[in-house]
């Protein structure tokens, strides 16, 4: 048996497997210098936990595991691997097996025969013989048919970035990966890689760049139509004699022949007809590479400026806590908090956060609107939200770093927003984004009286509750298919008069994670995850009385996210749903989609045993008992 892993150890591992950060701080220290007691707080997402020690490792283990023992965050499973087989430990036990039916005909008492080790033998190695005959074409400029060239087995059996570079230097096209959008806290990036082969585009998502790029090159190697060979052909011997048994001896007399030697094909692994349609939609609404700089760039150059923001208001802050007093020093403090700057408790934002379609990367073409959120230490208030409007706009005009077009509006008193629109020139329109205001602090307990000018109560928690929503999102799109779908899904909800409408976007991602979670084959298709989708429609779940639950995961109290869906809304996304079930089994994905019939996207035809243009027409005739020719 495994020994159990130190409480520490298993402590990380809960933080990896609920991708959270956990933070350690000293919180007291107290008894004679020979027997010190250290007081650690642990805080991991919304937990906080304390454990003592006369160490601080000693504090941190005993914090670790009142975590562990009182949690509500999702415990990874420990493997447990047995090892008495590694050792060959035979003498311990004697495994048995069940008797085959000729043991049992001839009445044997017992059911079951021993297992007796018998000692191993040394197994000669034996290389496989590469067959050339049964993989070569019999013409030598015979060329693999469309889409069915880069699926095959070996070229598969490569990894998938050296695969795809084969793939583009043999069809002589060019390749170029590029990192179009990155989000995520710090701790949980998330990066969108796109992939030029040709006049073919793939985008994936990963963990990183490099799990971006194989992502894409993946999805490249399943659906590109180019041509690739099979295999590495094996060199022809040399000499006088060296004809082998697959190749001809060319006589004497006869030309040599032109051209490269013949090499062998496969066929390609092509993917399902519901995949390829919704691929070529999500192709025609991902943002431009235009639009995704534009996005970046203003929203860094923001970013940027509210960090400088919050430099100036605590510079401010601790000017003016210098002049009223001075602090008072104590010889048996520790150095380290003597030496602690007195200026990090008087800053009064602690910083922004993407939410909304920016932090999901669910931007489509042609959408002009992102969504930050300020938080502050303390709750805002106007006088607060005024100085830092003014400190921004300082802040905008004498950035220079990016070639953007940054545009602040005034400040409305009775708004708790600021807008900002950012233009280059190279994207039609103004970008628009708007600036949320919030804290912590309304979700905590109230330490004194709320400020006299403080903002909406109401805009303030919805601010709150879309920075939850966006930290949940980044924890179950790890998925391929989740995105892609998603976006698919918005896109047709923008359409006017869609069933669609009625459900917004977070609502939908909910809908899909609980689709997710039931048909986990839906991971890496998005045709299946769509059609999943729209059964679930279909079954009637969303209509009164059909007893599903879709429990709002960003809540600690249980609230079903179907309470603002209208009874007609649900009959109306019913019947959608009912008709797109059928149009999908019927290979009519397109028209659910909202796109062209497009040949390639069709599975192939089968053969019609019927008569072409060009044969005679045979018709009755008319008695009815012989057929006569018209031709």
Request: glycine share 6%; charged share 25%; net charge negative.
């Amino acid at each position: 048996m495994q020994q159990e892993k130190p409480a520490l150890m298993r402590l990380n591992d809960l933080a990896k497997f609920n991708k959270m950060a956990m933070q350690w701080q000293k919180v007291g220290e107290t008894g004679p210098p020979h027997a010190k007691q250290f007081t650690m707080q642990l805080s991991i997402g919304t937990e906080s936990y304390q454990g003592t020690g006369s160490s601080v490792n000693r504090a941190k283990n005993q914090a670790a595991e009142i975590c562990l023992a009182q949690t509500k965050l999702s415990l990874p499973v420990m493997k447990n691997r047995p090892n008495q087989w590694q050792n060959n430990q035979w003498n311990q036990f004697a495994p048995t097996f069940p008797m085959t039916g000729e043991a049992q005909k001839r009445k044997s008492e017992s059911s079951t025969l021993l297992m007796v080790p018998v000692a191993e033998e040394p197994i000669e190695e034996k290389r496989p013989k590469l067959e050339l005959d049964s993989e070569m074409p019999a013409n030598a400029d015979e060329q693999p048919p469309a889409g069915e060239g880069a699926g095959s087995t070996p070229i598969m059996q490569k990894p998938p970035l050296m695969a795809v570079h084969e793939l583009a230097r043999f069809n002589n096209v060019a390749i170029s990966f590029k990192i179009v959008n990155e989000y995520g806290p710090p701790h949980a990036k998330m990066f969108d890689a796109v992939l030029q082969l040709g006049e073919e585009t793939y985008t994936a998502t990963g963990t990183s760049h490099k799990k971006a790029q194989t992502a894409c090159a993946e999805m490249a190697l399943r659906a590109t139509r180019y041509g690739a060979p099979s295999g590495r052909q094996r060199r022809p011997p040399r000499g006088r004699n060296a004809a082998g048994p697959t190749q001809r001896r060319r006589p004497f007399g006869e030309p040599p022949m032109m051209g490269p030697p013949p090499m062998a094909y496969g066929r390609a692994l092509r993917l399902p007809f519901e995949d390829r349609c919704v691929r070529q939609k999500h192709t025609d609404l991902y943002p431009s590479d235009t639009e995704l700089s534009l996005v970046q760039r203003a929203v860094s150059t923001v970013e940027r400026a509210l960090k400088i923001v919050s430099d100036q208001l605590m510079e401010k802050c601790s000017t003016d806590a210098e002049t009223i007093t001075e602090p008072e020093t104590n010889g048996e403090q520790d150095k380290e908090e003597q030496e602690q700057p007195a200026k990090d408790g008087h800053r009064l934002l602690r910083g922004v956060m993407r939410v909304g379609l920016l932090a999901d990367g669910l931007l489509l073409r042609e959408d002009r609107r992102a969504e930050l959120v300020l938080l502050c230490n303390d709750k805002p208030g106007r006088e607060l939200l005024a100085c830092i409007h003014r400190e921004l706009a300082d802040a905008l005009n004498n950035d220079k770093q990016e070639d953007v077009t940054i545009r602040l509006t005034d400040l409305d008193p009775s708004d708790s927003r600021m807008l900002i629109y950012a233009s280059d020139g190279t994207v039609p329109g103004e970008f628009e984004i708007i600036l949320y205001a919030s804290s912590p602090a309304f979700h905590q307990e109230p330490e004194g009286p709320d400020p006299s000018d403080m903002l909406d109560r109401t805009h303030c928690l919805e601010a709150l509750t879309m920075v939850r929503r966006a930290r949940w999102f980044h924890g179950g799109s790890a998925f391929e298919a989740l995105p892609m779908v998603t976006r698919v899904l918005r896109s047709l909800s923008c359409e006017a008069q869609h069933p669609l409408n009625s459900i917004p976007v977070w609502m939908l991602q909910v809908l899909l994670q609980r689709c997710f979670n039931q048909a986990p084959q839906c991971h890496a298709s998005p045709g299946l995850s769509l059609r999943v989708f729209m059964e679930l429609l279909a079954s009637g779940a969303l209509l009164p009385g059909s007893h599903f639950d879709l429990a709002d995961p960003c809540e600690k109290e249980p609230v079903d996210s179907l309470t603002a869906l209208s009874v007609q809304d649900r009959e109306s996304l019913t019947l959608y749903g009912q008709r797109a079930v059928r149009q999908i089994a019927f290979k009519k994905i397109h028209e659910v989609l909202g796109i062209e019939p497009q040949q390639h996207l069709h599975p192939p035809a089968k053969a019609q045993n019927c008569c072409s243009e060009t044969d005679p027409k045979v018709e009755p005739t008319d008695n009815g008992n012989e057929p006569m020719n018209t031709a």
